[in-house]
């Protein structure tokens, strides 16, 4: 009687790795499109890099240039300022 053989399972596949963008916070200047964050993050030999994630278009940012954690940062609302000004931080 001849031997069995035994079902092994089929061997994974072997990813496939696409080439893609950039981490976020790699991002050359000019790598940027329309509504992506130009917050300013690294130097890399010389070179800025920025944060490059998606942005809205709002009131607090017009132009869509900042993403909403990188907006806190650079955005201080106008009544923050005016009590800045009159002294009452």
Avoid at 52 to 57: C, E, L, V
Wanted: charged fraction near 25%.
């Amino acid at each position: 009687m001849a031997a069995r053989a035994r079902c092994q399972p089929a061997p994974e596949p072997a990813p496939v790795l696409i080439p893609g963008r950039p981490e976020f916070d790699a991002y050359r200047l000019d790598d940027l499109g329309f509504c992506r964050c130009k917050f300013p993050t690294a130097l890399v030999r010389g070179e800025h890099r920025f944060c490059g994630r998606p942005t809205t278009i709002d009131a607090s940012n017009r132009h869509g240039s900042w993403c909403d954690e990188h907006r806190a940062v650079v955005f201080t609302p106008r009544p923050v300022m005016a009590a800045r000004k009159a002294g009452r931080n």
